[in-house]
Nanobody, 131 residues
Framework: VQLQASGGGLVQTGGSLRLSCESS????????VGWFRQVPGKEREEVAC?????????FYADSVKGRSTISRDMAKNTVHLEINNLKPEDTAVYYC????????????????????????WGQGTLVTVSS
């Protein structure tokens, strides 16, 4: 039972990246899913959340709003995060996470993010944006 994040790498400012998070051992359809990022010495930051497959409960942090998309591939049990117009301040280790929908909604509100209640975490993938 695990989440496997991938897709990180070195990108130039203004470029794009698509991160993927594949779940094994459990069905993401029952879970709220989210992406977080962390820079050494700083607190983990919530980036984007998705509460269901139709996209009606997505949440984006202000730092990425308008240039990122979180989506699900239900057939592959995978969540993607695409970030466009990357900036040096997007450099971080990106983590995917999942939490039971009812728990995340109870702790955050519907469509209000997923900073609380996430129970399963991937190992992280490093994104470096060069200036």
């Amino acid at each position: 039972v695990q989440l496997q994040a991938s897709g990180g790498g070195l990108v130039q400012t203004g470029g794009s990246l698509r991160l993927s998070c594949e779940s094994s051992g459990f069905n993401l359809g029952n879970y709220y899913v989210g992406w977080f990022r962390q820079v050494p010495g700083k607190e983990r930051e919530e980036v984007a959340c998705n509460g269901n497959a139709d996209g009606s409960s997505v949440f984006y942090a202000d730092s990425v709003k308008g240039r990122s998309t979180i989506s699900r591939d239900m057939a592959k049990n995978t969540v993607h995060l695409e970030i466009n117009n990357l900036k040096p301040e997007d450099t971080a280790v990106y983590y995917c996470a999942a939490g039971l929908i009812f728990k995340v909604v109870a702790q955050n509100g519907y469509g209000m993010g997923c900073s609380r209640g996430m129970e399963r975490w991937g190992q992280g993938t490093l994104v470096t944006v060069s200036s």
